[in-house]
């Protein structure tokens, strides 16, 4: 179902008490406001059994999974094991991951199916780089990705993700695509899956957009009518920018 959201994507940051600290911080401010909008902390695997215990205001999503069941994977975290914590879902195919770490599309695509085939909500990352938007490629990057990662999927598997079109070139950069550049991207990703599902289906996937969000650029952002919320970096690092945010989305 199509959903406001607004969810954190800590990367790699925070020690053990820090991360304590934001989350405890976050469900305080949960508590106190109740927001008109789903929030999620994507959070580092370590931190992610201690923060489902203690906190049910907010979704708790690991930064990637692994597109295997099980085996000899060293250092892979697996669909099941995020089950068995009562994680909520999975950050998948983040730029970083595809840059650092050479995810393929492909890749991406098993991630996605046994995220949803465990239970979890897969987050699915796709965007351009800096080149591919100067030489007017975006449009054909995301169509790849999306087709690609997703398009295997039943209608009500696709229905289940949410997607978060991130361009690279506004991530950490302070740089963010305008408010019609969003709307015009997310207003195509829409497009791509009305063409091959239908607009019902369409109409129910929430597609977040991610890029040097903050306080001061929110309002725009969010209030793009294909702008389902953001993945938030930097800002989701703090409690006082995070629930600006927050703050900013439940009011539009
Ligand atoms: O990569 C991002 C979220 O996944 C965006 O990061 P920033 O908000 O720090 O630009």
Redesign the pocket.
Known sequence: MRKKIV???W?MNKTLPEAQLLLSEIDKYLQANSPKCEVIA?IPFVYLENAKAQHKNFKIFSEDISEHKSGAYTGEVSAEMLTSLHVDGS?IG???RRQYHKETDEQIGAKVKIALENGLTPMF?NGEVLEERKAGKHFEVVKRQTEVALFNLSAEEISKVVI?Y?PVW?????E?ATPEQAQEIHAYIRSLIADKYGKEVADSVSILY?????PSNAKEIFSKPDVDG???????LNIEDFSALIKTYSEI
Not at 170 to 174: E, K, L, M, N
Not at 210 to 214: E, H, Q, T
Request: charged share 15%; glycine share 30%; hydrophobic share 30%.
């Open positions: 969810a954190g994507n990367k994507g950050i983040h730029s970083e990352c978060a991130e506004a991530i950490g950069t302070g963010t991610g890029g040097s969000v903050k953001g993945l938030i970096g930097g800002a989701s």
